[in-house]
């Protein structure tokens, strides 16, 4: 056969096996979500997980042969999902929400349990024991708190730390509980009574995530300087110092067998190491971090990961694929600027990363604007609102939206999930409502889209 034909053949032969790889990464993507993802985890057995997102949602994925399904969608919060697990023993999963709350969820009905209250600001992770008795939370107020998952109700407030408080895990006893902060320290709490054990290991900078090492021994941790260690509880000494990332340590976990430990920084480098050894196994940098988000699959063949996209990108580790993973379009719809006139710019920067200009992304944090002038608030079919929104009484036109931005969310309809947005610049928010008002009344099209 002529040269040029076997280059042809091996070409064909190279695309189609490229061509199948892809497929296969495709189809382990978790797409669902309307906005950035901040946390996922695999169930022990590896055949469902949890995601949660910016967009005020938690959602349970079966995963197995083909592409993932959604099992349920639980949107019943005020605010991102930060932090999500599933309660040992039980069909319940828990979240942790920028509203200040951790709720436990019945997954087959999708049915609230019980939410917990206490926390004064911004809950950003929740950790449960082993043995499903216990749920620990970290806040934004300074404490961390525990809850009992037997009874449902408040246990042990944990206070302390000087600043935030960004990550909790439990022993593998289930009779302490570790805490990390801003402040640079990891402290060890009594389960039973919230007694402060003793301060384990002081860090020069904040502490940002913990994971546990299935020996009970060690701890990992992940710091704003970049470092990723290892601590040995027996000594509150640190043992390896694995990576220094160039940004902050964002995201932490460990595999089922405990086997294998990965790490995610803010500039979208993903680590992979060897437990036993403690030596890097994979490396892959993610387009445009951060990553928040990161699981190891049950098999730990693969990583789940995800950050500002929508979805929950899959990256096969072993055999390492020799492609990129899916990734979403960069610059991102709310990174845009360029080309776009003053009201569109406003829109991509301050509005899309809430908000659609289609019906069928009605899942992002807040609902779809199509129809939005002369329209009752809080009456978008479908939309859990606010009791705020749902009590109130009054029509989005250029007046109410112009106030909306003008005063900010917070003073004009203190209590709705809206996020802090305020534009003190009169033309800015003219530009916007103008933009508004064309890309709105219509499914948006490239004509409605050229404006400002």
Known sequence: MPARSWRTVTFMLCFSIVSAISAHAEDNTLRGHGGPVKSVVISPDGKTALTGSFDYSMIHWRLGEGAPEVVGRIADHDGAVNSVKF???TDWAITASDDGTVAVWDLPSGRLVHRFKGHTHKV????????GKWAASAAW?????LWDLTNLTAGPLLKGHVNTVNSVVFSRDGKFVYSAGYGGEIRQWRVEDGELERVVYKHGWGINVLAAIGDGRRLLFGALDGTVGVVDLSTGQPGQKLHKFERPVLSLTVSAKNDVAAAGSGDGLIYVWDIDRWLPKYRHQFADGPVWALAISSDAKGMYFGGLDDHVAYWQMDPDRPFEVAQSDV????????GLGPGERQFARKCSICHSLGEDHANRAGPSLIGLFGRKVGTVPGYIYSKTLKNADFVWNEKTIDQLFAE???HFVPGSKMPLQKMSKAHERLALIKFLKRATNVAPTDETKSGG
């Open 87 to 89: 309660v040992p023993g």
């Open 124 to 131: 950003v992770h929740v950790a449960v024991s082993n043995d």
């Open 141 to 145: 107020d300074r404490t961390a708190r």
């Open 331 to 338: 610059p991102r719809r709310f990174q845009k600027s360029e």
């Open 408 to 410: 900010g969310p917070e």
